[in-house]
């Protein structure tokens, strides 16, 4: 299989660096940026490089697609058009009608087309829903979720398009379902869009609240799950490894540390996003976050940005 990643910035090298830890599974990889200063990063990897789609398309059967959120829509349209395999870094379009025009023309073709929503091969919320299910922590109730990115700047996208397709990922793979009620506060402190923002959804008998940042000093990614029975407390510790906290309400109300886990090889989850697109396309099934499962979410992504 010939591969080419059109977006040759922070998200695209570190998805060059995983699937050159995958090499068995393709026999070509070049990159596509617009910026040519990025050349001179491709030459690193000993890979080809293209300034434009277009010229790299002709030589690969696969794209993998790590442009800015306004951009997916039309470079996923491009490669369908061009019959190319699609991967795309969330979300697959800002635009709910977008989405299903990119689904149904992938599904006319019978080309893949996944997006990349990494935290569904995470080891450590696999491990958290499991537990969830087991009723660990009894019913859930609330969920926080915090999401710091410091010094963002991208004139044409916001804090909520950039990072709650993360958080909405997990809550439908939890729930299932749309929010009930949308309520969404933000700020513009730094940027031309809004760059800090919190999102709070309804769910029923559960209600989250998305903390969205560019701009705080300090980078966080943490979760606190709060059910009948007692909290999950699930923290990045570093890029390798996250920590699960599982406290649980005593006679009294107070909560107390029960466990305590670290999950290591977190490096390795994006290799499973790409081993399931790769492995989709050879054995021509679904993949787990194929376009059309990601579509709820995405409705529920446009109502919240028609919001703002």
């Given at each position: 299989?010939?591969?080419?990643?059109?977006?040759?910035?922070?998200?695209?090298?570190?998805?060059?660096?995983?699937?050159?830890?995958?090499?068995?599974?393709?026999?070509?990889?070049?990159?596509?940026?617009?910026?040519?200063?990025?050349?001179?990063?491709?030459?690193?990897?000993?890979?080809?490089?293209?300034?434009?789609?277009?010229?790299?398309?002709?030589?690969?059967?696969?794209?993998?697609?790590?442009?800015?959120?306004?951009?997916?829509?039309?470079?996923?349209k491009l490669c369908l058009l061009k019959k190319k395999q699609v991967l795309v870094e969330k979300p697959l379009s800002l635009k709910f009608r977008q989405a299903k025009e990119l689904v149904d023309l992938?599904?006319?073709?019978?080309?893949?087309?996944?997006?990349?929503?990494?935290?569904?091969?995470?080891?450590?919320?696999?491990?958290?829903?499991?537990?969830?299910?087991?009723?660990?922590?009894?019913?859930?109730?609330?969920?926080?979720?915090?999401?710091?990115?410091?010094?963002?700047?991208?004139?044409?996208?916001?804090?909520?398009?950039?990072?709650?397709?993360?958080?909405?990922?997990?809550?439908?793979?939890?729930?299932?379902?749309?929010?009930?009620?949308?309520?969404?506060?933000?700020?513009?402190?730094k940027n031309k869009h809004w760059d800090n923002a919190c999102v709070k959804l309804d769910y029923g008998a559960t209600k989250t609240y998305s903390h969205l940042s560019w701009t705080a000093p300090n980078?966080?990614?943490?979760?606190?799950?709060?059910?009948?029975?007692?909290?999950?407390?699930?923290?990045?510790?570093?890029?390798?490894?996250?920590?699960?906290?599982?406290?649980?309400?005593?006679?009294?109300?107070?909560?107390?540390?029960?466990?305590?886990?670290?999950?290591?090889?977190?490096?390795?989850?994006?290799?499973?996003?790409?081993?399931?697109?790769?492995?989709?396309?050879?054995?021509?099934?679904?993949?787990?976050?194929?376009?059309?499962?990601?579509?709820?979410?995405?409705?529920?992504?446009?109502?919240?940005l028609d919001k703002i």
């Amino acid at each position: 299989m010939k591969i080419a990643v059109i977006g040759f910035g922070y998200w695209g090298e570190i998805l060059v660096k995983s699937l050159l830890g995958l090499k068995n599974s393709y026999s070509y990889l070049c990159v596509v940026d617009i910026d040519t200063t990025k050349k001179k990063e491709a030459r690193k990897y000993k890979l080809d490089f293209f300034k434009d789609a277009n010229s790299a398309l002709p030589r690969v059967e696969s794209v993998i697609i790590a442009t800015p959120e306004h951009t997916h829509y039309e470079i996923v349209k491009l490669c369908l058009l061009k019959k190319k395999q699609v991967l795309v870094e969330k979300p697959l379009s800002l635009k709910f009608r977008q989405a299903k025009e990119l689904v149904d023309l992938s599904e006319k073709s019978s080309l893949t087309l996944m997006v990349d929503s990494t935290f569904l091969f995470d080891k450590s919320f696999l491990s958290i829903k499991e537990k969830i299910k087991k009723g660990e922590i009894g019913k859930l109730t609330r969920i926080d979720s915090f999401r710091f990115s410091p010094n963002i700047s991208r004139p044409k996208d916001n804090v909520v398009s950039d990072l709650l397709p993360h958080d909405l990922s997990l809550f439908y793979s939890l729930f299932k379902k749309h929010p009930k009620k949308i309520k969404v506060d933000y700020q513009a402190l730094k940027n031309k869009h809004w760059d800090n923002a919190c999102v709070k959804l309804d769910y029923g008998a559960t209600k989250t609240y998305s903390h969205l940042s560019w701009t705080a000093p300090n980078a966080r990614r943490e979760m606190i799950i709060y059910g009948s029975k007692g909290v999950f407390l699930w923290t990045k510790k570093d890029e390798f490894k996250d920590k699960i906290s599982t406290f649980k309400y005593e006679k009294d109300s107070k909560l107390n540390l029960k466990d305590s886990m670290e999950i290591g090889d977190k490096d390795k989850t994006l290799q499973s996003v790409l081993t399931e697109f790769l492995g989709s396309i050879n054995l021509k099934k679904e993949p787990k976050s194929s376009g059309r499962a990601t579509l709820t979410q995405i409705k529920t992504l446009e109502k919240i940005l028609d919001k703002i």
